[in-house]
């Protein structure tokens, strides 16, 4: 060999060695993760879809927690008790959301470990006066709960859930079109060959909220030549399945979701596709990894599955109430300290997913510094938009301290930042969290068509997220 092509070698390896030394090693989970990791995530993600089909609304995953807690020997929260190391309670915020706890080891003034995910997903809620005729068909009307993009929502099959009280306080769950036998109902749109007018539309407009009118009937009642005879017969049927009548409908939360189950994504199926992985996904890692604690963490860890983070969080069953903080406190007295003391020393991670970087739709993401699917669990410093509005912005004190851990327990894991700056942006619970003057993270998922009726996440970063929650709670 001669001297120069020596001399360029050695560069060239020196370049490589310093670049192994000095570089960010981005890590794909498909490389890292070994055949029986890979199949445990697979396994972790049959019990996971089961968790989505039967939890499609708020008070469905909150009831579906309160099941898996006290077969996992969680007992609800009683504030004039004293509890020990180990011991694991729940309450429950309305039936809608729920705070979960493990006393830990050490005393709660010394700060709890938070994880906080949402139940809720964007959907199409039905108006208080939902039931009209037209032409022959009967309708609901709606108006759509969350960040939707409403031309993805018709003609697609939807099921109705829900809790309807009665004019005499009686409660009537509804849950239609789940089951194989069931009807489903769905949102029309006009065909092609006469949307001329439509397509001049901008995409926004293309389905505007007043057309997510739910086709429910068809057939006339029989003897009413009169008005409104298909209305009527709707509503006959109504009165026999669920002995309800048209007023009853003002006191009612019907939510229309996708009557698609969870399925597998790919040849490889590596993906699930569900409805309401925003953030099921999170929400039932962070359950899962609450309900698997083994004795007593070190800390008492709490897991908060909350409600209502897709409209801002507000009202009494979301973030922005009072209900994580009286429940702090209640935890705080119980052991002769205030709930600000336990705020101020406790931690937590905002477990909400991000955008996985979309290849047929790169231009808005910024690929430097973009979540991708497969990559493992992502961490998000800050959400907002336009110059971090509207953001906790997580330091660099308690982003290095879940850095150091997730490398520690051999959690594959990634940064993400929601699309290029100034080309739109989100929240997450975080900010409501920090408000209380907690360090606050943001840990979760990638997701692919995010609030989509159809939203995909990869099974290796699902089972990530689970290690990432497991490895705080120790
Ligand atoms: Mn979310
Ligand atoms: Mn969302």
Redesign the pocket.
Known sequence: MAKKDEAAKTKKNEANDLKEKLFMKRKNTGLEMTESETAKADKFCEEYKRFLDVGKTEREACAEAVRLAEKAGFVPFDKNAKYKAGDRVYRVNRGKAIILAVIGKKPVEEGVDLVAA?IDSPRIDLKQNPLYENEGLAYFKTHYYGGIKKYQWPVTPLALHGVIYTADGERVDVKLGEDESDPVLVITDILPHLADEQYKRPAPKLIQGEELNILIGSRPFRDDKASEAVKLAVMQILNKKYGITESDFISAELECVPAQKAKDVGFDRSMVGAYGQ??RVCAYTALAATLDIKGAPTRTAVTILTDK??IGSEGCTGLQSSYLKYFIADLGEMYGTNGRTVLSHSKCLSA??NAAYDPTFSDPFEKLNAAYAGRGVVLTKYTGSRGKSGTNDASAEFVGEIRRLFDKENIIWQTGELGKVDHGGGG?VAMFISNLDVDTVDIGVPVLSMHAPFEVTAKNDIYMAYKAFRAFFK
């Open positions: 949402h925003d953030d983070e897709e909400d997913v997450t």
